[in-house]
């Protein structure tokens, strides 16, 4: 019988493709992706099923759309009753392991933005999922010492949690740095922080930690990582290990020489910043919020920043990408020297991406130019060739191309579809005409009637994205406007196109439909 293979899945929190050296980069130094890169399948058009981020991450556990298996935004858990991939590993006999963010409940303990308290009836269409949810909640474990991961967690037996991001990070990571180093633990967050004239810090968006490289949350990933890979070693078990960084998302604490390897006026700004024609609705919408000094700029949310904001922004989310490629390297040697690297696919990916300085936003929100919602996407198999592919893929493909080189069977309403006839060169691995994106939101944004609703279809020359409750979208000409600065929405000569897209879009949803479960009987 062959030896089955070892899965690492890397993913990281809120980094877009063009951020890494193998994508082009020329000014981030990850040196140990882009060597994974240069012995990996590397897909060039990899996009989330939403830039969500629980929906997303609860995407590439399922293999299905965010409308589909009940993430529509954050703030609805997945369902414990939902079938993970990772599910179907461990009864196939895998042994699996996470370490770091898992973001499939809530974690915060702020209350949902929608629908408000006053206008919630008092029964739903389907009632609250059965069980407790709180896995994740950063109240519970502030308060209860004795808080832990239920277990089995979405296929999961072993977890290793943090929770949230920048230095105050919580969940198994600060219980460990308060119990082992009380006096680092006690100078964590914005307030001890280090001096800085970033204005990014007046924010609250980034600040100079005070806690050393060895003692960051990217640090202690990296070394549960390997420590799960020992424990592994010594198992006659295949493995799957889910090494999750919650960098480089905002707000920004790249520990010690990362916090300065990067200089904010030495590092290129997106060729869109400087466009000065007209602007879609939304995005002049908040490049007005800006010039009237009304920018919200405290949330996750998107904003129209400043050029020196922009600037600060990159630098500062390099610093957190080069740390966080630092960890990778001595993980990737950790695999090395246990000898598990001959038997062991490696992949690479991240949750969704964000905006610094692109139509001159910052962070992430519902405006699907490429900047948020392709992300990289690496596949280091011992088994298959290097080489690089455009076909277009979705957040949906991970569970099934595991799957497959698990060879496990994939359940039953999976909607993912298996990279690996791309990967092992399949002369007629079959390609996707499009990709569909989905976006469900809980804020009133743009100045639009409600919450912002949204989906994308996206091929590979042209984009199309419709908003409820507005008659205008948008429309880009990928091919001759790459940096999608021109929306030909309105363009006369645009509209059989237009047509085309919307009714590709209309069958692309059709096709993702609910089919789970089946039918037990014809009537």
Same mark, same amino acid.
């Given at each position: 019988? #062959?030896?089955?293979?070892?899965?690492?899945?890397?993913? #990281?929190?809120?980094? /877009?493709?063009?951020?890494?050296?193998?994508?082009?980069?020329?000014?981030?130094?990850?040196?140990?992706?882009?060597?994974?890169?240069? /012995?990996?399948?590397?897909?060039?058009? +990899? %996009?989330?099923?939403?830039?969500?981020?629980?929906?997303?991450?609860?995407?590439?556990?399922?293999?299905?759309?965010?409308?589909?298996?009940?993430?529509?935004?954050?703030?609805?858990?997945?369902?414990?009753?939902?079938?993970?991939?990772?599910?179907?590993?461990?009864?196939?006999?895998?042994?699996?392991?996470?370490?770091?963010?898992?973001?499939?409940?809530?974690?915060?303990?702020?209350?949902?933005?929608?629908?408000?308290?006053?206008?919630?009836?008092?029964?739903?269409?389907?009632?609250?999922?059965?069980?407790? +949810?709180?896995?994740?909640?950063?109240?519970?474990?502030?308060?209860?010492?004795?808080?832990?991961?239920?277990?089995? %967690?979405?296929?999961?037996?072993?977890?290793?949690? !943090?929770?949230?991001?920048?230095?105050?990070?919580?969940?198994?990571?600060? /219980?460990?740095?308060?119990?082992?180093?009380?006096?680092?633990?006690?100078?964590?967050?914005?307030?001890?922080?280090?001096?800085?004239?970033?204005?990014? !810090?007046?924010?609250?968006?980034?600040?100079?930690?005070?806690?050393?490289?060895?003692? &960051?949350?990217?640090?202690?990933?990296?070394? /549960?990582?390997?420590?799960?890979?020992?424990?592994?070693?010594?198992?006659?078990?295949?493995?799957?290990?889910?090494?999750?960084?919650?960098?480089?998302?905002?707000?920004?604490?790249?520990?010690?020489?990362?916090?300065?390897?990067?200089?904010?006026?030495? !590092?290129?700004?997106?060729?869109? %910043?400087?466009?000065?024609?007209?602007?879609?609705?939304?995005?002049?919408?908040?490049?007005?919020?800006?010039?009237?000094?009304?920018?919200?700029?405290?949330?996750?949310?998107?904003?129209?920043?400043?050029?020196?904001?922009?600037?600060?922004?990159? @630098?500062?989310?390099?610093?957190?990408?080069?740390?966080?490629?630092?960890?990778?390297?001595?993980?990737?040697?950790?695999?090395?020297?246990?000898?598990?690297?001959?038997?062991?696919?490696?992949?690479?990916?991240?949750?969704?991406?964000? +905006?610094?300085?692109?139509?001159?936003?910052?962070?992430?929100?519902?405006?699907?130019?490429?900047?948020? !919602?392709?992300?990289?996407?690496?596949?280091?198999?011992?088994?298959?060739?290097?080489?690089?592919?455009? #076909?277009?893929? &979705?957040?949906?493909?991970?569970?099934?191309?595991?799957?497959?080189?698990?060879?496990?069977?994939?359940?039953?309403?999976?909607?993912?579809?298996?990279?690996?006839?791309?990967?092992?060169?399949?002369?007629?691995?079959?390609?996707?005409?499009?990709?569909?994106?989905?976006?469900?939101?809980?804020?009133?944004?743009?100045?639009?009637?409600?919450?912002?609703?949204?989906?994308?279809?996206?091929?590979?020359?042209?984009?199309?994205?419709?908003?409820?409750?507005?008659?205008?979208?948008?429309?880009?000409?990928?091919? @001759?406007?790459?940096?999608?600065?021109?929306?030909?929405?309105?363009?006369?000569?645009?509209?059989?196109?237009?047509?085309?897209?919307?009714?590709?879009?209309?069958?692309?949803?059709? @096709?993702?439909?609910?089919?789970?479960?089946?039918? &037990?009987?014809?009537?």
């Amino acid at each position: 019988m #062959t030896q089955r293979p070892n899965f690492l899945f890397i993913i #990281t929190d809120q980094q /877009r493709a063009d951020h890494l050296g193998a994508y082009g980069n020329r000014e981030v130094r990850t040196p140990h992706l882009d060597g994974l890169a240069a /012995r990996a399948w590397v897909a060039d058009r +990899y %996009f989330v099923a939403t830039p969500i981020c629980m929906p997303n991450r609860a995407s590439l556990l399922t293999g299905r759309m965010p409308s589909v298996h009940g993430v529509r935004s954050n703030g609805i858990p997945l369902s414990r009753r939902a079938t993970t991939f990772v599910d179907v590993l461990r009864e196939a006999g895998y042994r699996t392991a996470l370490v770091g963010k898992s973001h499939l409940q809530n974690m915060t303990g702020k209350p949902a933005l929608w629908p408000a308290p006053h206008e919630r009836p008092a029964r739903q269409a389907w009632p609250p999922e059965p069980g407790t +949810y709180d896995d994740e909640w950063a109240p519970r474990w502030r308060d209860d010492p004795a808080a832990e991961v239920r277990l089995p %967690f979405y296929g999961f037996e072993a977890v290793d949690l !943090v929770i949230d991001h920048g230095d105050t990070a919580g969940g198994h990571y600060r /219980r460990w740095l308060e119990r082992e180093h009380p006096d680092v633990a006690a100078v964590t967050g914005p307030d001890p922080a280090l001096a800085s004239d970033y204005a990014l !810090v007046q924010a609250r968006q980034a600040w100079r930690t005070r806690v050393p490289e060895a003692l &960051s949350t990217t640090s202690w990933i990296a070394e /549960r990582t390997m420590a799960r890979l020992r424990t592994a070693a010594g198992s006659a078990q295949p493995f799957f290990i889910q090494c999750s960084f919650p960098d480089p998302h905002h707000p920004f604490t790249p520990p010690g020489r990362f916090w300065d390897m990067y200089d904010p006026a030495s !590092v290129a700004l997106p060729a869109s %910043f400087h466009y000065r024609g007209e602007r879609p609705p939304h995005v002049a919408w908040l490049h007005a919020q800006r010039d009237a000094g009304k920018a919200v700029k405290h949330t996750p949310a998107v904003f129209a920043c400043t050029e020196r904001e922009a600037r600060e922004a990159i @630098a500062l989310n390099y610093g957190s990408i080069s740390h966080i490629d630092d960890a990778i390297g001595r993980i990737l040697a950790s695999l090395q020297a246990l000898g598990l690297a001959e038997n062991t696919v490696v992949v690479f990916t991240s949750d969704h991406g964000d +905006y610094f300085g692109e139509h001159q936003l910052l962070w992430k929100g519902p405006l699907h130019y490429d900047s948020v !919602v392709r992300v990289p996407f690496l596949w280091a198999d011992p088994a298959a060739p290097a080489g690089r592919s455009d #076909t277009l893929c &979705s957040a949906l493909d991970l569970a099934p191309t595991i799957l497959q080189r698990a060879s496990v069977e994939p359940f039953f309403g999976i909607q993912g579809r298996s990279l690996l006839p791309h990967v092992r060169r399949d002369g007629d691995a079959p390609r996707r005409d499009a990709v569909l994106i989905e976006e469900e939101g809980q804020r009133v944004m743009f100045g639009l009637p409600g919450r912002v609703r949204m989906r994308t279809l996206r091929t590979a020359d042209w984009r199309l994205s419709l908003y409820d409750g507005v008659d205008w979208g948008e429309l880009y000409d990928l091919r @001759a406007d790459p940096h999608e600065c021109v929306n030909r929405w309105d363009d006369p000569a645009c509209v059989p196109m237009r047509a085309e897209l919307a009714l590709r879009l209309a069958r692309e949803q059709l @096709a993702l439909t609910e089919t789970s479960p089946y039918a &037990s009987a014809l009537a």
